[in-house]
C-alpha cells in the first residue's frame, strides 16, 4: 500500500469520526443522546506542601479548599452513578475537613471507589487516621529509594519521616482493612529509574503491597526546562527494559506486584508493542489523527480549577492547568459556582470543545499527544 493510499484512507476516517461527533451534537441538542464519565475527579485543594521537580510551579499552588457545603450542592440531585471518585490534586491531607469531604462522596455514590494518591507528608493520626480508613485506593508517591534521591526531587519531603507515616498507613491498613489498594507511586526519569528495583524492596520491607511506574511528564514549558535533559526518551529503551525486568522480578520473588506503563516493559514475544511501535514511532498525521479522535472527552471526567474568576473546567488530566485555564475561558466553561457535573458535560460548551478537538483546533494544547492511543475512537457504535 503506498503512502498517499494510506493517507488517503486515514484523512476518510477522520472525515467519518468529524460527521460522527456533528451528528452527536445534534442528537445532544435534541435530548436524544447524553453523555457521563465513568468516575468523578474532584481537585478538594490547591494546596500542597512540596515543590516536586516534576510538578510544582510557581503561583499554581492556593490555599484553597472545596467545603462540605459546594460538594452537597454539587453533588445533590445526581441520578448518575460512578465507579470511582479521585480526590488527587495538590496533597488532600491538608484539607482541614477531609473526613466529611469523603463521608459526602460515599453518602451520595455508595458505590463508588474513593481513589487518592498523596505525599504521606501528613502523619496519619486523629481526623487523618479516619481519613486513611475510608479510602479505597491509596498511592503514595515515592520516587527514590534513598534519601538523596527522593529529597532531591520530592522537595519539601523528609525521607525518614515518609517511611515512618507509610508504616502508620500500613498498620490502618492491617486494623481497618481499608485502604484495600496500596501502593507506592513512582515517576520515573534517568536520574532516578535505577532506583526502582529499591523501591520494591522498601515496599516488600513495610508491607505495602503494590509498586506502579510511570514517566515523568513534562507538558509544563517552565517544568520542561528543569527537567527535560532527564525525560526517558534520553535513556534507550533496552536499559530501561533492563531496569523494569529486574523490579518486576524482584516484586515476585519478594511478593509485590510492579507494574507500569506499558511502553516501560519489555513487549512480550510476537504481541502487541502497545505504545512503543503504535505511537513513539508513529507518523506525524497519524499522532495528529489519533488526537483528533481521542475519545477522553467522552469516556473520563473533567476537574474544576478555582480562582479569584470563579470554577474553571480542566478537561483532561494530562493537560497543563495553565492551558486547561486558557481552553476554559475560550470555550465559555468557566462558573462562578459549581456546576453539577452531568449539566456541564453535555452542555453546549464541553460539545463545542469536543468538536474542536475533532477539528484540530486544539493542537497548541494537544498536538503531539501520545495518551490519545489510549483513547480510540471504536467506530460509530456508540
Known sequence: MTEALEASRES?????????????????????FSLAPDSLWLSITENCNFRCVGCYTEG?????????????????????????????????????EL?????????????????????????????????????????????????ATYESIRRGGNFERFLDNVREIVAIRAETGKPSCLEFSFTAMTSNLPELPGVVRIAAELGVPNVYFQPMETREPEIAARIGAFNLSHMP?????????????????LGVAVYGMPFMTKPLPGGPDEMNTAASIAPRRDVAEAVCECQYLWLRPFQYLRDEAGFHVLPCCYMAKPDGL?????????????????????????????????????????????????????????
Open 60 to 96: 499554581l499552588f492556593k490555599k484553597t479548599y472545596l467545603s462540605p457545603d459546594e460538594l452537597r450542592r454539587m453533588l445533590s440531585g445526581e441520578t448518575e452513578t460512578y465507579s470511582l471518585i479521585s480526590l488527587t490534586d495538590g496533597e488532600a491531607f491538608l484539607h482541614p
Open 12 to 32: 476518510e476516517r477522520l472525515k467519518r469520526y468529524r460527521a460522527f461527533v456533528r451528528q452527536k451534537r445534534e442528537q445532544a441538542r435534541a435530548g436524544e
Open 99 to 147: 473526613c466529611e469531604i469523603i463521608e459526602i462522596c460515599k453518602a451520595a455514590h455508595p458505590a463508588a471507589q474513593i481513589d487518592l494518591v498523596t505525599n504521606a507528608s501528613v502523619p496519619p493520626r486523629g481526623k487523618y487516621r479516619r481519613a486513611v480508613s475510608l479510602i479505597d485506593n491509596l498511592g503514595i508517591s515515592i520516587d527514590g529509594a534513598t534519601k
Open 237 to 253: 529503551r533496552e536499559e530501561i527494559f533492563k531496569i523494569t525486568d529486574e523490579a518486576i522480578a524482584l516484586g515476585k520473588s
Open 326 to 382: 486558557v481552553i476554559s475561558r475560550r470555550y465559555g466553561l468557566t462558573f462562578t459556582e459549581l456546576e453539577r457535573v452531568p449539566s456541564v458535560y453535555n452542555g453546549e460548551a464541553y460539545w463545542n470543545l469536543r468538536q474542536a478537538l475533532a477539528d484540530g483546533e486544539l493542537s497548541e494544547f494537544c498536538g503531539g499527544c501520545m495518551e490519545a492511543f489510549y483513547y480510540p475512537w471504536k467506530g460509530e457504535a456508540r
